[in-house]
């Protein structure tokens, strides 16, 4: 049961990072006032977190910011130019290859390097000038849970020390831990929404703006522990073509959270109904709520981008419920381990 642990230990966990990592991070945020460009550099997991430090740097903080692809290093030996900026390389287990041939790159050409990991002696940890611990503890279950979510907030501590460098307004994180405390409190909707989306062969989760990578996240967590093929699409890309995918015999789950794009989201489950499509949400707005099949509602209201930190929480419980209602053992997912070492 090492997954439903690690699921319930995210309000603290991300309790302790505010409280003994927030001024570290925000310090290593203003370090990078002077940066031309960032470059953030992860797989799995910690990719779709970066894709949200990639919203935040670049919304909140100003900064042009990129997702490196690690291979043109590490296989075709094309390295980009990474002087006058910043790179950040984030593995939860700090094992990455790919990532520490990034951030030694970087730091070669003397660009500012800051590695966020959950293992301060690493591989990744080595290799940047600067290390923020994700301080989540060890983590046992394959999928990863309360260390995304801790990246996730690394990401806008760090943002948010940029930011107010920079001259703007740092980016609110109360109420974070509260909205995760109820979201890890409503297994029986996660289970109920399970039991409406039934034995459907594959799922389309979609979000928007600064929700988007809790999509990316939500549809790799289904994947890995419920075995169903799920396609995450931001909800813009989804009216460029893969709609017309969509229909009765494939369910959508909307992701959203109060805020700039919520109209958008509601008017997504109204053309989606209009197929004929099943559209389920995952939400803190209880107008979606209401205009979908099914919804599991979070009544916390914190800023958007910690709303959807929240939110990841509530598809973590959908994942591993599906994947139980399908005779799989989420602790145990086939075909996967704990660290992965791609090069």
Same mark, same amino acid.
């Given at each position: ?16 990072? $505010? ?11 203003? #370090?990078?006032? #002077?940066?031309? @460009? ?21 919304? @909140? ?25 910043a790179v950040i390389? /984030? ?9 520490? =041939?990034?951030?030694?790159? =970087? ?6 390097? /800051? ?15 600067? %290390?923020?611990?994700?301080? +989540?503890?060890?983590?046992?279950? %394959?999928?990863?849970?309360?260390? *995304? ?13 940029? =930011? ?47 929700? *988007? ?9 289904v994947k890995e $522990? ?11 890309? $989804?009216? @460029?073509?893969? /709609? ?10 909307? /992701? ?38 099914? +919804? ?11 709303? =959807? ?7 973590? $419980? ?7 209602r399908r005779g799989?053992?989420? #602790? ?12």
């Open positions: 049961m090492s997954l439903a642990k690690e699921i319930a230990e995210q309000p603290r966990v991300l309790r302790r990072l $505010l409280a003994d990592g927030s001024a570290e991070a925000r310090s290593f945020g203003r #370090d990078l006032r #002077d940066a031309e @460009h960032l470059t953030i550099a992860a797989r799995g997991s910690s990719d779709n977190a970066a894709t949200f430090g990639k919203y935040l740097f670049e919304g @909140h903080a100003g900064l042009v910011t990129a997702l490196a692809a690690p291979s043109l290093i590490t296989r075709y030996g094309m390295s980009p130019s990474f002087a006058r900026g390389g /984030i593995s939860q287990s700090g094992a990455a290859p790919d990532v520490a =041939a990034v951030l030694d790159r =970087a730091r070669a050409v003397g660009a500012r390097t /800051i590695a966020i990991t959950n293992v301060a002696r690493s591989r990744v940890a080595g290799r940047a000038d600067a %290390v923020l611990l994700l301080r +989540a503890g060890r983590e046992r279950s %394959v999928a990863a849970t309360k260390t *995304y979510t801790a990246t996730c907030l690394a990401l806008a501590l760090v943002a948010s020390g940029c =930011a107010e460098a920079r001259g703007r307004a740092p980016i609110p994180t109360a109420g974070l831990v509260e909205a995760v405390d109820e979201a890890v409190g409503l297994g029986r909707e996660a289970a109920r929404l399970a039991v409406r989306l039934g034995r459907a062969r594959s799922l389309v989760i979609l979000a928007r703006g600064l929700v *988007y990578p809790a999509a990316l996240e939500a549809a790799l967590k $522990l419920a075995r169903i093929w799920t396609e995450p699409y931001s909800s813009a890309d $989804l009216a @460029h073509g893969p /709609i017309a995918l969509l229909g009765p015999d494939t369910p959508a789950v909307v /992701i959203s959270a109060r805020g700039t794009v919520e109209r958008d989201a509601r008017d997504l489950a109204r053309r989606l109904h209009e197929r004929g499509v099943r559209v389920h949400a995952i939400t803190n707005d209880e107008r979606l709520a209401e205009r979908s099949d099914s +919804a599991v509602l979070l009544r916390a209201a914190p800023h958007e981008a910690m709303a =959807a930190i929240a939110l990841v929480v509530v598809a973590q $419980l959908l994942a591993a419920e599906l994947a139980r799989l053992d989420p #602790d145990r997912p086939a075909g996967l381990t704990k660290v992965t070492r791609t090069r």
